[in-house]
């Protein structure tokens, strides 16, 4: 494939206090930094700030609605940004290269002000 191929951009709901209360509860973390208000300010993060596993599991989400037919094989991401509540995030992507049954992929996740929050890669294939 000689040029890379834009996926449709995915955009998921504002990020909330309570949806934060509840990722910390499924994934068990619990550090304050991202439940506790006064606990956060004092940290100096100007108040609580989004688990970044959760807004990578935005991208996790996404892959599958991109390529329904696909297995995921690989996937690695790197943290870029702060995530606050309140933000909407928005998920893009790139088919880079195609083989006859694999795909490999990019995808960002940014918010509506395009400030990157993770940066992922990604293999897919096609299930037999």
Same mark, same amino acid.
């Given at each position: ?66 390529? $329904?037919?696909? *297995?995921?094989?690989? #996937? ?11 933000? %909407? +995030? =928005? ?5 880079? $290269?195609?083989? *006859?049954?694999?795909? #490999? ?11 990157? %929050? +993770? =940066? ?9």
């Amino acid at each position: 494939m000689g040029s890379s191929k834009e996926l449709e951009v995915i955009q998921f709901p504002e990020i909330t206090h309570s949806q934060l209360v509840k990722y910390a509860g499924a994934s068990g973390d619990f550090n304050p930094i991202h439940t506790v208000e006064p606990f956060a300010v004092q940290a100096g993060l100007g108040g609580v700030i989004v688990h970044g596993m959760l807004v990578m599991g935005f991208i996790g989400e996404t892959i599958p609605k991109w390529f $329904e037919n696909y *297995a995921i094989k690989k #996937f690695s991401a790197r943290f870029k940004g702060i995530t606050k509540p309140g933000e %909407k +995030i =928005v998920i893009s992507g790139q088919i880079i $290269e195609e083989q *006859a049954d694999r795909l #490999f992929c990019t995808a960002q996740a940014a918010n509506l002000d395009g400030d990157v %929050k +993770i =940066v992922a890669k990604f293999e897919v294939q096609k299930k037999q």
